[in-house]
């Protein structure tokens, strides 16, 4: 008979194995935050960041039924599904992982734009940039060349602007590929 962990003790597990996560990538976050000195570049990051938050997403929902017609409307729906999918996932992970953001817990680390809520694992960005552009590539392939350098952008934002670490950039990652998979064997054309 196996014994199930205290709440309190699994979490404590969780803020350790954070707190060692973080040590491990301060020295990449530094690196890539310092880019946002260069006004510029934190402005570019600022905007794509911000087209990341949907805008770019929300306008290929529109675009995909009046580009390809009807056979633009199912995969625009199943995108749609997904995301709301990813949106509460990734909300409920954050308030119960709880880890603190670049920019509060690691000197050096600016914030290059404001961030959409205080937690920063996983990064739902990310998990939105990279399920929107596998199931808009999977439909439509043609749509590569605008998609994948984009949610490769909205990835990196998220570091060089000090609002997640590479690991919460990679579960996101990694969650926002598993949904747009399930989402096209669960909901097949």
């Known amino acids: 008979m196996t014994t199930a962990v ?61 580009a390809y017609g009807e056979a633009g409307l199912y995969p625009a729906l199943r995108m749609a599904l997904v995301g709301v999918v990813g949106l509460l996932l990734y909300k409920y992970l954050k308030t119960r992982l709880t880890r603190e953001r670049p920019y509060i817990t690691l000197a050096g680390v600016v914030a ?29 392939p043609a749509l590569a060349w605008l998609c994948v350098p984009f949610a490769v952008l909205v990835a990196a934002s998220r570091v060089v602007l000090g609002l997640h670490y590479p690991t919460d950039v990679l579960a996101g990652a990694g969650i926002g590929g598993a949904l747009a998979f399930t989402g096209l064997k669960l909901l097949p054309l």
């Open 112 to 140: 290059g734009t404001p961030a959409l809520d205080r937690y920063s694992f996983p990064s739902g960005h990310t998990l939105h940039a990279v399920s929107f552009t596998v199931l808009a590539c999977y439909s439509f």
């Open 6 to 66: 205290p709440r309190s003790v699994r979490e404590s597990r969780l803020m350790a194995w954070f707190h060692r996560a973080d040590a491990a990538e301060y020295r990449l976050c530094l690196q890539m935050n310092r880019a946002c000195r260069l006004p510029g570049v934190r402005r570019l990051f600022a905007i794509i960041s911000r087209l990341g938050d949907g805008v770019f997403w929300y306008t290929l929902l529109v675009f995909l039924p009046v």
